[in-house]
């Protein structure tokens, strides 16, 4: 039985002091966005996703490169990277039918459409699961993959984020950016993007560095994981966002995977939270079988997702 199956507590070890030396290196990179009116409007859960996506394109090293969004929906975000980079190529995959089924117990949210949203000439869209559609689209790069100005995801779920990571890490080099939609400071973060973002770095031998850090990272280490049991915009309303975004780096002494600083609540609770089928998959310890099923099911929805944007 895949459930009965415990992540390699020597993992969750690693992985808890990474996310705490990741919450304590984020106050010195705290982002002054330039319009402070924008940061007043966007303490409530109105498109926090706005100042974070235009910070990240001003930092970007190669502004003229291809930008690609993973979760475009209704096209919102695409049309305003698009707005803001009119001569750029820009690729945008969505299964335009929602999420795939990956057994995921706690979330479940609506996002097919009937057809593919407008978007400006310069954005492409890939219509598509991201398994089917990212791999084939960069194995056209395999000879010379272009420069990339900016990766945004925004796919909610984690097998979405590691599926897209782990096609995309190899081609991506040092310098580059990566905008999150959801990355950190809300009650189930350490088992979405953060750790898609782990998996893929700790596989290619980099770290990160902040290119955004928005707002405050809640204190994991004084907390020792224990969450505000509040949704997005209760996090957002104290100054915490989850859009941030990261710039890849060298691994180097003293960076994020050198620290030793998780409290041993935490590391237990992310043992126990990381015991689950998609989880251990992504893992490399639970047979594939476990992932078979198709079919939705329902269950507690702890997500919250009503008043996410
Ligand atoms: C929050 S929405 C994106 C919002 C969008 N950026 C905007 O500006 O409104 C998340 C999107 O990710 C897509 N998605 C999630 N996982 C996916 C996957 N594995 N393959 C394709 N699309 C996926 C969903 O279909 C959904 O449209």
Known sequence: MPDAVSPDHDFASRY???????????PAARTRLPRPWELTEHRSSRKPWRPVLDAALRQS?????????????????????ARRKPHSVIHG?????????????DWSQDFSLPSLPVVPANVTLHAGFF???????IAQWDEAP??????HIDCDIFSSTHTVLSALGPHLRTDDIIVFDELMNYTEFATNEFLALYLM????????????????????????GRMLDVAFDGYRAAGYFQNQAIRLCKRRSGGHFD???APQPLIDRLSRDLASPVLLSALGMAPAAA????????????FRPAARR
């Open 201 to 224: 770095l700790d596989r290619l031998g980099l770290d990160f560095e902040w290119a955004v850090a928005w707002g405050k990272a809640y204190p994991l280490v004084e907390s020792e």
């Open 146 to 151: 272009p420069p990339i100005a900016l990766v």
């Open 131 to 137: 398994e089917d559609t990212v791999p084939p689209f």
């Open 16 to 26: 808890a002091n990474f996310l705490c030396a990741a919450h304590r290196s984020f």
């Open 93 to 105: 995959f969505d299964s335009f039918r929602g999420f795939p089924d990956d057994a995921r117990k």
């Open 291 to 302: 992932l078979k099923s198709r079919g939705r099911e329902g269950g507690e929805r702890r």
């Open 61 to 81: 090293p190669r502004p003229d490169g291809v930008i690609l969004e993973f979760g475009v929906f209704k096209g919102d975000s695409i049309r305003r990277l």
């Open 259 to 261: 620290a030793s600083l």
